[in-house]
């Protein structure tokens, strides 16, 4: 069983903007925090982190760190497994979301050390640039939505067509079966990027007005396939710059 908990990032917790601008943008705001939550995980994959005790100083255990990155729950027609591959030490990806598309990067250097802020925000703004002159047809959601189906019909759909993978219509959710009939080894390898990530990145749309309907966004998502609803982190930025994360553990 696991745990679902919501992180709202508001106030003086924001980072604040990386450039003189009035309002803080989500590709800065995104970021920031992500710069910090990569140094974290490169500790853990290098074993830095020290571990946590209690009173009389015996050490608690840390083996659930395991499922808190690269993992993502796996769908089944009658009960989700966990899938995770931290422990893969090739899986240094972050999947990013923006306007229906995926991407992939690996925000490290050659020596081990995570981009910094200024290179993430150069990054996101290349994606958000790419995905404004090459929308996502209208009426159509991104394959994330399908993590947001029945736990059954998604269960089934075990391989894409390349044409649906880029995006699929909601009205064909009872039609999936039959139309996967054909196995894509590609479309087999972008789920696996997906799950086996870091964590994934949704640089939203949504202009929340206050923690509330920030709150909202994270627990419910603006639209279908907005948000990757089986990673265990992942960290959602918005059009007016707030920000949060979703986990589970």
């Not at 083996?63 to 989700?80: C, I, M, V």
Request: aromatic share 8%; with cysteine; proline share 4%.
């Amino acid at each position: 069983m696991s745990t679902s908990f919501v992180t709202i990032w508001s106030g003086h917790e924001q980072p604040k903007p990386l450039h003189k601008q009035s309002e803080r943008s989500r590709a800065s705001t995104a970021a920031g925090i992500l710069h910090h939550i990569l140094k974290y995980w490169r500790r853990l994959a290098d074993e830095e982190v020290q571990a946590e005790t209690d009173a009389r100083k015996a050490p608690f255990s840390m083996h659930q760190f395991r499922f808190l990155f690269n993992t993502a729950r796996a769908p089944g027609e009658h009960r989700d497994s966990i899938r995770a591959h931290f422990e893969e030490k090739l899986n240094s990806q972050v999947a990013v979301s923006c306007g229906g598309r995926y991407f992939r990067v690996e925000p490290f250097h050659a020596d081990g050390r995570p981009w910094s802020p200024i290179a993430l925000e150069r990054y996101f703004e290349s994606v958000e640039k790419y995905v404004e002159n090459n929308p996502v047809e209208k009426g159509h959601v991104a394959v994330a939505g399908l993590t947001c189906a029945k736990r059954p019909d998604w269960a089934r759909v075990r391989l894409l067509t390349n044409q649906l993978f880029a995006s699929i219509s909601q009205k064909l959710f009872s039609q999936l079966e039959e139309k996967m009939s054909s196995h894509s080894k590609r479309n087999a390898e972008n789920l696996k990027t997906v799950h086996s990530s870091i964590l994934t990145v949704a640089l939203d749309d949504s202009e929340p007005a206050d923690d509330e309907a920030l709150f909202k966004l994270l627990t419910a998502g603006p639209e279908l396939g907005a948000q990757w609803a089986d990673k265990t982190l992942e960290l959602v930025a918005t059009a007016n710059g707030l920000c949060g994360t979703r986990s589970e553990v």
